[in-house]
Structure formats: structure tokens, C-alpha cells
């Protein structure tokens, strides 16, 4: 299943989507720690498989949030997509 989680306003689309299916196959998790700011979360889902998701708290200021890896005038630098060894992660914006 591709979990989608953020907001749309007017200035754009920002979402992260998580291919759960990928994630219970990943025992290591490595995207939960190498989250500079720790919004990622391990939970247990529907079908008893262990996933992550986005914090509550963050799902409304997600564009916020990954701003430190996302800097407007240098690279960009997502920790989460590198720790993914299958590209389960993707972010729409
Ligand atoms: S590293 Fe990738 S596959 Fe593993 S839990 Fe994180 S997003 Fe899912
Ligand atoms: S872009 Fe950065 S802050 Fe956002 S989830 Fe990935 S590692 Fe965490």
C-alpha cells in the first residue's frame, strides 16, 4: 500500500509516500534514525505489519519540517531516500 502523508495549499503539493509493502520486508529501518528531524515513526498497521509513517504532529507543517533537507540556494540532501535501500520513500515536491 502507498501511505500519502502532508497537505496541498496554495502554494503546492507536499506529500511523502511510503510503499508500506516495502517497509514490512525491512527489519534494519534505517530511515527512522537517519531523520536529522526525527519525524518518522515505526507503528504496526493494519495487517499486523511493522511500518513507518510521518509523525501526526508534522503531517500538517510537512513542507516545514524537511526544510533543512530541502535548502532553497544549495543541494539537496534527503537522509531518508539514501537510508532506503528499496526507494520506498518518495516526496512530491
Ligand atoms: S528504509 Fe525504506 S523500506 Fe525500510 S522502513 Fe524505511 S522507508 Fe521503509
Ligand atoms: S526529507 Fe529530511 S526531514 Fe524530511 S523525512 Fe527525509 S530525512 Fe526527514
Not at 73 to 91: D, F, M, W, Y
Given at each position: 500500500?502507498?501511505?500519502?502523508y502532508g497537505y496541498?495549499?496554495?502554494?503546492?503539493?507536499?506529500?511523502?509516500?511510503?510503499?508500506?509493502?516495502?517497509?514490512?520486508?525491512?527489519?534494519?529501518?534505517?530511515?527512522?534514525?537517519?531523520?536529522?528531524?526525527?519525524?518518522?515513526?515505526?507503528?504496526?498497521?493494519?495487517?499486523?505489519?511493522?511500518?513507518?509513517?510521518v509523525?501526526e504532529?508534522h503531517r500538517k507543517?510537512i513542507?516545514?519540517?524537511?526544510?533543512?533537507?530541502?535548502?532553497?540556494?544549495?543541494?539537496?540532501?534527503?537522509?531518508?531516500?539514501?537510508?532506503?535501500?528499496?526507494?520506498?520513500?518518495?516526496?512530491?515536491?
Amino acid at each position: 500500500m502507498i501511505a500519502n502523508y502532508g497537505y496541498k495549499d496554495g502554494s503546492g503539493e507536499f506529500f511523502i509516500s511510503i510503499d508500506t509493502a516495502k517497509c514490512a520486508q525491512c527489519e534494519a529501518k534505517p530511515c527512522v534514525e537517519a531523520c536529522p528531524e526525527k519525524i518518522l515513526v515505526i507503528f504496526t498497521d493494519d495487517y499486523d505489519d511493522e511500518v513507518i509513517g510521518v509523525k501526526e504532529e508534522h503531517r500538517k507543517k510537512i513542507k516545514y519540517s524537511c526544510g533543512p533537507c530541502k535548502p532553497i540556494t544549495e543541494k539537496r540532501n534527503l537522509s531518508c531516500q539514501k537510508a532506503c535501500p528499496s526507494g520506498a520513500i518518495v516526496h512530491s515536491w
